[in-house]
């Protein structure tokens, strides 16, 4: 069974620049999570979504947004790059709540 | 102050020692999770613990719940270099009859150095 798969691995941005990341989910979990780890704040929620909707969202600015496709893959876009975006983008996904959360290699964005 | 505190913040070990890492939280404890991760990686799933009392065993490390103390412990048996990385709990808030919609609360990590 494959795990969660985040693409890409590694990216480099500029400053104003936009960003997509990619997450696809263990086949058969219909939640997304993705969260922001930072050595200084460590790892923050940003959204989850579930059945292409978002239940829950974390304390982000507007420029960070996410998506959900009808195959669970989800997606989320940073625009306008800040250096303070450098970070690695993790998600996870769950079948439900009561089976806990599976999360991938992360993506590492470095926004110079 | 931190929702989840961590402690140590670090432990540097010597390969065969038994360690434990604590996870205390400031608010009602529902579901706690505990995850190990690389440097730069993602999060392993390591054990769930749901109930007050709990406590879940897997190859040499245990992890426990005490609800009345809001408290998590992991504890490793015979370290070995492999057990080495970063150990973070992460809490679920919402399972007292509702439900977190993805979102957990981390602590900060213990570092774990393991000397061969």
């Known amino acids: 069974k494959a795990g969660v798969t985040q693409t890409p691995r590694y990216l480099i941005k500029t400053r104003g620049q936009q960003v997509t990341l990619s997450c696809s989910p263990i086949s058969g979990h219909r939640s997304v999570s993705w969260y922001q780890q930072t050595p200084g704040q460590g790892l923050q929620f940003l959204f989850e979504y579930f059945s292409e909707t978002q239940r829950n969202k974390g304390n982000f600015p507007g420029r960070f947004s996410g998506r959900q496709f009808s195959n669970s893959r989800s997606e989320m876009n940073v625009s306008t790059l800040e250096l303070g975006d450098s970070a690695l983008y993790l998600c996870?996904?769950?079948?439900?709540?009561?089976?806990?959360?599976?999360f991938g290699s992360g993506t590492r964005l470095t926004v110079v | 102050s931190q929702e989840l505190e961590q402690s140590p913040q670090s432990l540097i070990v010597q390969e065969g020692k038994n360690l434990t890492i604590n996870c205390t939280s400031s608010?009602?404890?529902?579901?706690l999770y505990w995850y190990k991760q690389k440097y730069g990686e993602g999060l392993i799933f390591l054990m769930m613990l749901q109930k007050g009392g709990e406590e879940k065993s897997h190859e040499k490390i245990t992890a426990k719940l005490d609800e009345k103390k809001q408290q998590s412990s992991l504890h490793i048996t015979a370290s070995q270099p492999s057990h080495a990385g970063i150990y973070l709990c992460?809490?679920?808030?919402?399972?007292?009859?509702?439900?977190?919609?993805?979102?957990?609360?981390f602590g900060q990590g213990t570092i774990l150095t393991v000397h061969p």
């Open positions: 608010k009602t404890l529902y579901g």
């Open positions: 996870a996904s769950s079948a439900t709540e009561n089976y806990g959360y599976t």
């Open positions: 992460g809490a679920d808030r919402g399972h007292a009859g509702g439900t977190s919609y993805g979102k957990l609360t």
